[in-house]
């Protein structure tokens, strides 16, 4: 290090600073240093955009000046382009984030879109504890509600039934396959504990078995709720904040779906 020029060091510094950047945002969101909003929002995606620009700026600099040196060191050069490529990478993760939470306007998703499963008074009070938003009605369009009507108006005149019809077709209750009610409430506790889901009860009286998903480094949670009926299992996962998920509570329904439909022998 004593031995690089000055813009090196500091293209350097700034890649090491990066992941501490975005790992204090995440990780103090998650352990409740500040809000979602601010450590998503402000922290990430707003001054984590501007720091990118200036390792990107600073990277861009040293390329120039290690280009012109004489005699001309690769490794500056590689640890130039490595700031550059660093930046540009993220910037297009970002930016497919994006795309993705186009394509997943949603953050509530049920296999019964007629009849979604229910939440428990507990599960309830803990949402409104963590002032997470209010459950939607599944037919009511998303323009008529507060949190989606920014949604672009194509988008605005669909309800949650809908959407959910459309863009996760994939989904369906899992049919019991003869096996009891007990059984298989057994086997939807036991596929969210391996699923790494806390707060996992199960409630006999309404056949139904809870938890909670939680996000490794924001520590978003999703409720999650499965309802065992005569025939079949529904699904539905609800995310406490944000308006999109980016697909995670479809994807995780399907997960869920999949284990529990081994353990009771039915695809």
């Not at 809000?35 to 501007?50: D, F």
């Not at 390792?55 to 600099?61: E, P, S």
């Amino acid at each position: 290090m004593k031995n690089l020029p000055w813009h090196t060091k500091i293209v350097l510094a700034l890649l090491a600073f990066l992941p501490l950047y975005f790992g204090v945002a995440a990780l103090g969101t998650k352990f409740g240093f500040w809000g979602w909003q601010t450590g998503l929002l402000s922290l990430t995606l707003g001054g984590g955009v501007i720091l990118l620009g200036i390792v990107a700026v600073a990277a861009l600099v040293s390329l120039i000046i290690a280009a012109r040196g004489k005699p001309r060191r690769n490794g500056l050069l590689a640890a130039a382009i490595i700031g550059l490529l660093v930046p540009g990478a993220t910037f297009v993760m970002f930016m497919a984030a994006g795309s993705k939470a186009g394509d997943n306007p949603i953050h509530d998703v049920a296999t019964d879109t007629a009849d979604p499963p229910a939440f428990s008074a507990a599960t309830m009070t803990a949402r409104e504890e963590s002032a997470a938003n209010p459950l939607s009605d599944y037919q009511t369009p998303l323009g008529q509600l507060e949190l989606y009507k920014s949604v672009p108006p194509e988008l605005g005149i669909k309800s949650h039934a809908q959407i959910i019809t459309d863009r996760y077709a994939t989904l369906a209750p899992l049919p019991l396959a003869g096996a009891s009610p007990a059984d298989a409430a057994a086997a939807v506790a036991a596929a969210m504990g391996n699923m790494g889901f806390k707060d996992i009860h199960t409630d006999a009286a309404t056949g139904t078995v809870e938890g909670v998903a939680e996000s490794f480094w924001f520590g978003f949670k999703d409720d999650v709720v499965a309802r065992i009926g005569e025939n079949e299992i529904d699904f539905r996962s609800v995310s406490r904040v944000g308006q999109s998920d980016l697909g995670a509570n479809a994807a995780r329904i399907a997960e869920l779906r999949e284990r529990v439909a081994g353990q009771i022998g039915q695809r």
